[in-house]
């Protein structure tokens, strides 16, 4: 078991359909889940990120302070690291939030948008960053798979290529939206 | 007076080939099937130059030129790809995507945009540059039409369709450098325009989703630039 390629997924903020994606390779899964192991994800039950990935695939972008936080430990202990998606290339839907500023959003949902209870969270979530910015800002990313979501073909592409021993590049095969 | 044209021979990428000396690079270079990408070009409409995406070599010239607003000349060696014009190129697109909120997944235009095929055609996954992301309006005070400025990626070319083929003069170009914005007559809401006619030309020209039809958005966005070449030859043949 030991020599199989680890495989980690993390979510960071992201809708899941960059997961959704993943699942829906279908019956591909199976013949990739004889060459890979899945140490850490939204999928299994581990809760601290191993210390030693061959590949993790990163949906969502960087916007919180546990973002922040998760994203540098899992560079650490990652061989490669994969954005995948939208979110977590460009921001996508959560960066729309960086016109606006934070202060002038929460108050928006949680306050002026609220029938019950209008108050703005503070404890037990982390807070969160002026900007949400793409993973590449923040930490040395390796492969940039855009879309929203990549396809099926698209993640299946990719670590198809990662199992061959090669780091794939998506120019000219995938783009944003 | 039986003005032959004047014949011009340079050439591209290695390739020799024959122009007339009124063509400009682009032109010479699409009639001999040399790709070119280019983003503010329209056929049909004048050429300004805006876009920098058809930058390419001339052997001599200090700096890139741009294919589009050059005229071919005696002897001239053009290279239309290499890796700095492409580093270049991708630059600029980077350039454009950083400048202002394209977000494609929840943009009208998504998969019939220009800007977003010029990615794929480039190969560009990702934006070095970092996002502006500036605060910009959204204008839907017409009763058929929206201009989402978060889109625009000031190619003019609903500014040139308005004045050379519609004749309406209603779009205009205010600001300067990364304030620059389009705007209708005076910069007032386009719905209160007089002098727009509300003909939608701009709407399909205009390559991403700045200009969109409010009854068509989506998979139902594609845009139909093409009349363009033909409304001209039509009036080229009324001409006395």
């Keep these: 078991m030991s020599e199989l390629t680890t495989l980690a997924t993390v979510w960071l903020d992201g809708c899941s359909g960059c997961h959704m994606s993943l699942l829906d390779m279908d019956e591909r899964l199976i013949e990739l889940s004889s060459q890979f192991r899945l140490v850490y994800s939204p999928l299994v039950d581990r809760k601290t990120f191993p210390d030693h990935v061959d590949v993790t695939l990163v949906e969502g972008a960087v916007a919180s302070e546990d973002d922040l936080k998760k994203i540098r430990k899992i560079r650490e202990h990652t061989h490669?690291?994969?954005?995948?998606?939208?979110?977590?290339?460009?921001?996508?839907?959560?960066?729309?939030?960086?016109?606006?500023?934070?202060?002038?959003?929460?108050?928006?949902?949680?306050?002026q948008n609220a029938d019950l209870q209008k108050q703005v969270p503070t404890v037990g979530v982390p807070a969160l960053l002026d900007r949400v910015r793409p993973v590449h800002?923040?930490?040395?990313?390796?492969?940039?798979v855009p879309g929203c979501p990549p396809s099926a073909d698209t993640i299946y592409q990719v670590l198809s290529e990662?199992?061959?021993?090669?780091?794939?590049?998506?120019?000219?095969?995938a783009h944003f939206g | 007076m039986s003005a032959e044209p004047n014949v011009r021979t340079l050439t591209i990428d290695g390739e020799e080939?024959?122009?007339?000396?009124?063509?400009?690079?682009?032109?010479?270079?699409?009639?001999?099937?040399?790709?070119?990408?280019?983003?503010?070009?329209?056929?049909?409409?004048?050429?300004?130059?805006?876009?920098?995406?058809?930058?390419?070599?001339?052997?001599?010239?200090?700096?890139?030129?741009?294919?589009?607003?050059?005229?071919?000349?005696?002897?001239?060696?053009?290279?239309?790809?290499?890796?700095?014009i492409d580093r270049y190129r991708t630059m600029i697109l980077e350039m454009y995507f950083a400048e202002r909120n394209h977000v494609c997944s929840v943009c009208v235009a998504n998969g019939n945009c220009e800007l977003q095929s010029l990615s794929l055609k480039l190969g560009m996954t990702h934006v070095e540059i970092p996002y502006q992301?500036?605060?910009?309006?959204?204008d839907a005070s017409h009763p058929r039409f929206t201009v989402d400025?978060?889109?625009?990626?000031?190619?003019?070319?609903?500014?040139?369709?308005?004045?050379?083929?519609?004749?309406?003069?209603?779009?205009?170009v205010m600001g300067r450098g990364g304030q620059s914005m389009v705007i209708t007559d005076l910069k007032q809401p386009w719905g209160d325009s007089e002098t727009c006619t509300s003909c939608g030309k701009c709407v399909q020209v205009c390559p991403t989703g700045a200009l969109f039809e409010k009854t068509s958005v989506g998979s139902k966005a594609h845009k139909h630039p093409e009349f363009l070449p033909y409304l001209q030859i039509m009036r080229e043949g009324e001409k006395p």
């Design chain 2, 133 to 138: 992301y500036p605060r910009l309006p959204v």
């Design chain 1, 137 to 144: 800002e923040v930490v040395p990313v390796d492969v940039f």
């Design chain 2, 149 to 172: 400025h978060n889109r625009c990626v000031l190619c003019t070319r609903c500014v040139r369709v308005c004045s050379e083929v519609e004749g309406a003069n209603t779009w205009g």
């Design chain 1, 162 to 173: 990662l199992l061959a021993g090669k780091v794939p590049t998506l120019g000219g095969v």
């Design chain 1, 80 to 111: 490669i690291l994969v954005s995948l998606g939208d979110c977590a290339l460009t921001g996508n839907v959560s960066a729309m939030r960086n016109t606006f500023g934070v202060q002038p959003v929460m108050l928006r949902v949680y306050e």
């Design chain 2, 17 to 84: 080939i024959s122009a007339r000396s009124d063509q400009t690079i682009l032109e010479a270079a699409r009639e001999h099937n040399v790709d070119i990408p280019t983003l503010c070009h329209l056929e049909g409409l004048s050429e300004v130059g805006a876009c920098r995406l058809c930058l390419v070599e001339v052997k001599g010239a200090r700096r890139l030129l741009p294919a589009c607003v050059t005229q071919v000349a005696e002897g001239m060696e053009v290279t239309t790809h290499n890796p700095k």
